[in-house]
């Protein structure tokens, strides 16, 4: 609920002049745990409001497909770690 509602908060800045959006970053460890389908569409459109993600989860398949789909369609740059 609060990922959703930080993303209704970024959705808001469409009256703000795309010069004076200040950036923001949400950092979202086990996103799995947080997130809803409806994100997985607010997902494009946060970027434009300047609305950085850094998503931290343990594997793909924890994802629904479509949230799924949208990260991976959407983001910039992946990092990935193996401990064994």
């Known amino acids: ?3 959703t509602k930080l993303g209704l908060a970024a959705l808001s800045r469409a009256d703000v002049p795309e010069a004076e959006r200040r950036d923001f970053y949400l950092y979202v460890d086990e996103f799995p745990l947080f997130t809803t389908t409806s994100f997985a569409t607010m997902l494009s459109e946060m970027r434009k409001y300047r609305l950085g993600l850094i998503l931290a ?3 793909l398949g924890q994802l629904e497909e479509e949230t799924r789909d ?3 369609g959407n983001i910039g740059t992946t990092i990935a770690f193996r401990l064994d």
């Open 57 to 59: 989860h343990q594997y």
């Open 70 to 72: 949208a990260i991976l």
């Open 1 to 3: 609920m609060l990922v």
